[in-house]
């Protein structure tokens, strides 16, 4: 089983909303901030949130922000990307990785995972 597997992704109109999971398996996440990234092709790779490993504060692009939700299940050593409002510009493959520490700060982890295909289209 992979370590990190994103899920959730999928086609919605503008406007619309998606819900993205990120399960860890065979490690906790409890110890690690989170954070989703995406990347369009012919851009780097753009953090969009950030959960540190407390969950009691998160970090937001400017672009997603007032739109998107990161939240965190340690129960289920699941993070997830509440996204809402969809834009066209949404549209990537998005990734979620540890950040190597308790803060946003840190480094991902080397090992990324497939992503989550997110396409909006009217």
């Known amino acids: 089983q992979l370590p990190l597997v994103e899920s959730g992704g999928g086609l919605v109109k503008p406007g619309g909303s998606l819900r993205l999971s990120c399960a860890a398996s065979?490690?906790?996440?409890?110890?690690?901030?989170v954070a989703w990234f995406r990347q369009a092709p012919g851009k780097e790779r753009e953090e969009v949130a950030c959960?540190?490993?407390?969950?009691?504060?998160?970090n937001y692009a400017d672009s997603v922000k007032g739109r998107f939700t990161i939240s965190r299940d340690y129960d289920k050593n699941t993070v997830y990307l509440q996204m809402n409002n969809l834009k066209p510009e949404d549209a990537d493959v998005y990734y979620c990785?540890?950040?190597?520490?308790?803060?946003?700060?840190?480094?991902?982890?080397?090992?990324w995972g497939q992503g989550t295909q997110v396409t909006v289209s009217s």
């Open positions: 065979g490690f906790s996440l409890d110890a690690y901030a």
């Open positions: 959960i540190i490993s407390s969950g009691f504060r998160t």
């Open positions: 990785n540890g950040m190597g520490g308790s803060y946003c700060m840190g480094d991902p982890f080397g090992y």
